[in-house]
């Protein structure tokens, strides 16, 4: 099989955690995991998951265009893994295969979805990073308008809002000024 992002190079078997083989690119080091052992991994490991907020890999090489799976030839369809990067996630929904760019593997371990990749090809994953993303934007464009330290006071104060059971005449008294 050849690598669908450098196009000549050849995929090599190579580990990618204790138990779970992937196809690998020596170039770009992407990786093409079988879901089927994915799965099978996952179910069987012990590993504890590690919780980070530091978001560091999320440069990256991320595929931008559409791929071809090395095994099939089809288009494999690209998933949004998480609203605070940009990265996506390739599969193969024929082959049950997914592509992993260069770097994508230590990102799914920071964002804790190494255990539980599945999900991020859901619609109900997709939707809820949607809305995510939707509502980092809103508050980026609120931020560009009434500055930083404003944006903190209304962050703070959308917390107690939606906290408290007078909510809905808070919003009225609000309003009305």
Known sequence: MKCPKCDKADLRVSKVEDGLLAANCHKCD????????YRDWAEKSCAEPVFSDD??????????TAISCPKC????????????VKNHLDVCH???????DGGEWELLK???LSFSLPKVFTQSWQKKINKESSANKRREILKGT????????????KKVLDTSKFKEDILVYLASK
């Open 30 to 37: 992407g990786k093409l995991i079988p879901l089927f052992f």
């Open 55 to 64: 978001i560091s890999l999320s440069a990256t090489g991320d595929t931008k």
């Open 73 to 84: 030839g089809k288009l494999m369809t690209k998933y949004k893994m998480d609203s605070k």
């Open 94 to 100: 024929s082959c049950d295969e997914a592509w992993l």
């Open 110 to 112: 920071q964002l804790n």
């Open 146 to 157: 009434i500055g930083d330290e404003t944006t903190t006071i209304v962050d703070e104060f």
